[in-house]
């Protein structure tokens, strides 16, 4: 059964041949992390397909090598750190190249891995977003995560702050919903 915003309700999210549930709690930080703690970086560009549950992702890592993926997302309608259902298939440049001619929206980001984090450093109009994410592989493990003193507040349940409604947030609405957690970016 899929709800009106295309989720799964009113059953269990069970991973299928090709989907993995996605569990995931998402915190905002006040600011970019230090440099030094910085394992990983790359930058990333989304472009979430109109009218569909796609995501369309461009990374791109400092030694040169690129990550280009096609991901659905299918969510579940309840709170917590299950997400949903994630299928990702990856991309040749050519067939990016095809799917990027596709109507869309565009998020650019930097993603700094801070261990156990990954941490979005997010550009133009959502500038001085910074969002942190920890990732997880049973719904325990989840409940148990203590997050690191970085964080300001978790924003798991806050769909404002996932990338979907994201990419359609102007700056005066971004500046309002982190204004509510008490930041304010310059």
Same mark, same amino acid.
């Given at each position: 059964?899929?709800?009106?915003?295309?989720?799964?309700?009113?059953?269990?999210?069970?991973?299928?041949?090709?989907?993995?549930?996605?569990?995931?709690?998402?915190?905002? &930080?006040?600011? #970019? !992390?230090?440099?030094?703690? $910085?394992?990983?970086? *790359? @930058?990333?560009?989304?472009?979430?397909? /109109?009218?569909?549950?796609?995501?369309?992702?461009?990374?791109?890592?400092?030694?040169?090598?690129?990550?280009?993926?096609?991901?659905?997302?299918?969510?579940?309608?309840?709170?917590?750190?299950?997400?949903?259902?994630?299928?990702?298939?990856?991309?040749?440049?050519?067939?990016?190249?095809?799917?990027?001619?596709?109507?869309?929206?565009?998020?650019?980001?930097?993603? &700094?891995?801070? #261990? !156990?984090?990954?941490?979005? $450093?997010?550009?133009? *109009? @959502?500038?001085?977003?910074?969002?942190? /994410?920890?990732?997880?592989?049973?719904?325990?493990?989840?409940?148990?995560?203590?997050?690191?003193?970085?964080?300001?507040?978790?924003?798991?349940?806050?769909?404002?702050?996932?990338?979907?409604?994201?990419?359609?947030?102007?700056?005066?609405?971004?500046?309002?919903?982190?204004?509510?957690?008490?930041?304010?970016?310059?």
């Amino acid at each position: 059964m899929t709800g009106k915003a295309g989720g799964v309700e009113g059953r269990l999210v069970r991973p299928g041949k090709y989907a993995r549930v996605e569990r995931e709690r998402r915190f905002l &930080l006040a600011g #970019p !992390p230090e440099p030094s703690a $910085v394992t990983v970086s *790359r @930058l990333i560009t989304d472009r979430y397909l /109109e009218g569909t549950r796609l995501r369309l992702r461009w990374a791109e890592f400092p030694d040169g090598r690129r990550e280009i993926k096609l991901t659905q997302k299918v969510p579940v309608a309840r709170p917590g750190a299950t997400q949903g259902l994630l299928t990702n298939t990856y991309l040749s440049p050519a067939e990016y190249e095809v799917l990027a001619t596709l109507p869309a929206r565009v998020l650019s980001k930097s993603r &700094l891995s801070v #261990p !156990p984090l990954g941490v979005d $450093v997010f550009e133009g *109009r @959502l500038r001085g977003l910074v969002l942190a /994410e920890a990732e997880f592989t049973s719904d325990e493990e989840a409940r148990s995560f203590l997050p690191p003193a970085v964080c300001v507040a978790e924003v798991t349940d806050d769909e404002r702050f996932t990338g979907g409604r994201l990419v359609r947030a102007s700056r005066r609405e971004l500046l309002g919903w982190l204004a509510e957690y008490g930041l304010r970016p310059e």
